[in-house]
């Protein structure tokens, strides 16, 4: 049964894309069969991975049934990683009445369904609002990775993704896996960015990933080369920071399930 998370946080810029591309590529590296899907019009996590998005979204066929997400989905340089990709136009993908309505809930079977021989993981990019994509994103989802940039008010950006993710599950009537806080852009050489880490753990001891993703300007570099710093750097600080991401991610994934057998 795949597992399906969604990389949201309605703040711009705090690291959704590329934890989602290099989490993905990682999880892919490490044996898993792994689809990201680009629900950002932005189409940032598209390019990143080095592919072009069609005319228009593909997603609203999905969800009508008109279309196989296998058949949308495109293979990607990492061997077991593939992307639906996002349209290159900006336009608004999705309406809020397709958001919830019954398509969602059938790709969410359909997903879980798939032998893991072709999907074990389905990672969401999701964009920087709390509008249509990421109901569409929560109502797909598992569970949740939320970066957290060490910056100012980043406790403030939490607590209403928090409070999104609750309401979610109220309206679903199921539970949503808060599966990790990533503190994200990290430098421990600034004394406000460690501040804010700690302030982060303290209030979030259980869901704070042990793992900091260092900043490190080869994962924006490997981005705008259309590659995952798998490929692009894999001997660089940020390579290493999302190596050990998605170990730490597949170890929380273990636990759950020996804690449910
Ligand atoms: N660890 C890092 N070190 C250095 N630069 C980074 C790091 N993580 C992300 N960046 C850069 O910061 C910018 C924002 O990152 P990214 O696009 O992943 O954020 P996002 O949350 O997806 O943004 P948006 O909300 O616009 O979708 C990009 O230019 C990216 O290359
Ligand atoms: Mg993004």
Redesign the pocket.
């Given at each position: 049964m795949a597992r399906i998370t969604a990389i949201t946080?309605q703040?711009?810029?705090?690291?959704?894309?590329?934890?989602a591309i290099n989490l993905a590529a990682y999880l892919a590296l490490a044996g898993e069969s792994v689809l990201l899907v680009d629900l950002?019009p932005?189409s940032?996590a598209t390019s990143g991975l080095g592919l072009e998005g069609p005319e228009r979204s593909v997603l609203p066929d999905i969800l009508s049934g008109a279309r196989s997400w296998q058949d949308a989905r495109q293979s990607t340089e990492v061997e077991r990683l593939s992307c639906i990709p996002s349209s290159l136009h900006l336009q608004v993908p999705v309406e809020e009445k397709q958001a919830r309505g019954p398509g969602v809930q059938a790709l969410r079977r359909s997903w879980h369904t798939t032998p893991p021989e072709d999907l074990t993981h389905v990672i969401l990019d999701c964009?920087?609002s709390l509008g249509p994509m990421t109901d569409l994103a929560l109502g797909l989802a598992d569970g949740v990775l939320i970066?957290v940039q060490c910056e100012y008010f980043a406790m403030e950006g939490l607590a209403q993704v928090l409070a999104r993710v609750r309401q979610a599950e109220i309206d679903l009537a199921r539970e949503i896996d808060i599966s990790g806080l990533i503190l994200?852009?990290y430098s421990p050489e600034v004394d406000l960015c460690l501040d804010v880490a700690q302030e982060v753990k303290r209030y979030f001891p259980e869901t704070t990933l042990k793992t900091p993703?260092?900043?490190?300007?080869t994962?924006?570099e490997a981005?705008s080369h259309g590659q995952p710093i798998s490929v692009y750097e894999p001997r660089s600080p940020?390579a290493w920071s999302y190596m050990n991401l998605a170990k730490e991610v597949l170890e929380h994934e273990w636990s759950q399930t020996r804690t449910r057998a």
């Open positions: 946080s703040k711009g810029g705090v690291g959704k894309t590329t934890t950002d932005q940032n964009p920087p970066p994200t852009l993703i260092l900043r490190d300007s994962l924006a981005t940020g």
